[in-house]
């Protein structure tokens, strides 16, 4: 295996002896779903449309994990993408060692076309072709040159391909970078007595101390498995960035940034009420974004959607637009088919009758122009529950 990134011999040994991430392995299917890995649902987000498939087939994705540690994500990207081709490198032979079980276990091979786990670092690629979808979540703020890695996983993206990433943001990492720091000085290192020295550490501080009250609030229930511990506090090379230096980063490739893949995390109305959430809501987009980062130093992440090529969203404001497409149903959703759901973000939600019908209709006509199904609605009343449902991101269109 080469690599050409000066970190990855160390990183690659870290991860050996200690596999991230430490999710139990189970059994049958991953529990629930995560959106964000499964590619239709994250395109009709970024993209607001999807492209036709026949016969309301799966559509054959070809998908890289770039990065996938101990398998929790290329589970899930088997299960949520059925008919897909799936390729998961990792440079730490450990980990793979548990992706290669959980995924057996799961049976995520019989869910796609084909899976390949493989002992190979996301800088040396090439040979493998284009990609429609690639995930590297938590991989490449631990390359030495992280830029050598973004540029890498662009030229893998086939046009109209999208990339999600997850980088670590300065803000909410002030006392996980103190307390690396120290650990550091301390001599820690990452050998047999690690953990239990860096458990240590927040046991003796005083109880006011800023670093172990922050611990023990907001990661002490994450990083109970120790794999999490030592990724948290212990790893060897780390890099983190602020909106300004995440742009300027995200700048020196050439694909667009469509937007954040929580942006629940991003909206005003989060934090703010009143005239001072109408001042935030006049500000532009990238000045509302800073705002929020200013107001919530507990941003520990970044988490988006890039895509090669820039995206034409469909005029859905439109009816003729609207009532010519074809519709989908979300996969990720719990508790379907009623009118009382689980959405893609796993908190409740509720769809009314005439919603839920109109969905039964798209399932049972897949590719049938919303406005030849046969339903009881007006043109303005089928508009209006697709739109609504949109929104809910419970209807995904296709055209």
């Not at 492209?51 to 087939?57: R, S």
């Not at 919303?370 to 949109?390: H, I, K, S, V």
């Amino acid at each position: 295996m080469s690599a050409r990134d000066a970190a990855t011999p160390v990183v690659s040994a870290f991860y050996d002896r200690f596999p991230y991430p430490g999710d139990p392995l189970q059994d049958g299917p991953p529990p629930g779903y995560n959106w964000r890995w499964c590619v239709d649902s994250a395109r009709a987000f970024a993209a607001g449309v999807l492209p036709p498939v026949a016969g309301g087939q799966s559509r054959p994705w070809r998908i890289l994990d770039a990065g996938c540690g101990t398998g929790v994500s290329t589970d899930y990207l088997c299960h949520l993408n059925p008919g897909a081709s799936v390729l998961a490198v990792d440079i730490s032979a450990g980990a793979l060692a548990v992706a290669r079980e959980r995924t057996r276990r799961s049976g995520a091979a019989a869910k796609v076309q084909n899976l390949r786990l493989e002992q190979r670092s996301l800088l040396d690629l090439a040979g493998e072709g284009s990609f429609d979808y690639i995930n590297s979540v938590g991989v490449l703020h631990h390359l030495r040159e992280p830029e050598l890695g973004l540029r890498a996983l662009a030229d893998l993206l086939c046009p109209g391909g999208f990339l999600h990433l997850f980088l670590y943001a300065d803000g909410g990492r002030w006392e996980i970078q103190r307390t690396q720091r120290s650990l550091s000085r301390l001599g820690v290192g990452s050998g047999p007595e690690a953990i239990q020295l860096g458990r240590e550490l927040f046991s003796v501080l005083p109880a006011s101390n800023r670093l172990r009250r922050h611990h023990e609030q907001r990661w002490a229930l994450d990083t109970q498995a120790d794999v999490n511990f030592a990724d948290m506090y212990l790893h060897p090379q780390e890099t983190s960035y602020n909106l300004h230096t995440l742009m300027a980063f995200v700048a020196q490739v050439d694909l667009d940034f469509v937007g954040f893949s929580n942006p629940e995390v991003w909206d005003p109305a989060r934090l703010l009420t009143g005239g001072l959430l109408d001042r935030a809501r006049s500000l532009s987009q990238d000045e509302r974004w800073a705002l929020i980062e200013d107001l919530d130093p507990d941003i520990s992440h970044f988490e988006f959607f890039l895509s090669k090529g820039p995206l034409q969203r469909p005029d859905w404001g439109d009816d003729s637009v609207l009532l010519a497409a074809s519709g989908q149903r979300n996969r990720c959703l719990w508790g379907w088919p009623s009118t009382d759901l689980l959405g893609p973000d796993l908190l409740p939600l509720t769809i009314e009758p005439a919603a839920l019908a109109l969905m039964q209709a798209v399932e049972a006509a897949p590719g049938m122009p919303l406005a030849d199904l046969p339903l009881p609605f007006t043109a303005e009343e089928l508009c209006g529950l697709a739109r609504r449902l949109m929104a809910l991101q419970v209807l995904q269109l296709v055209a």
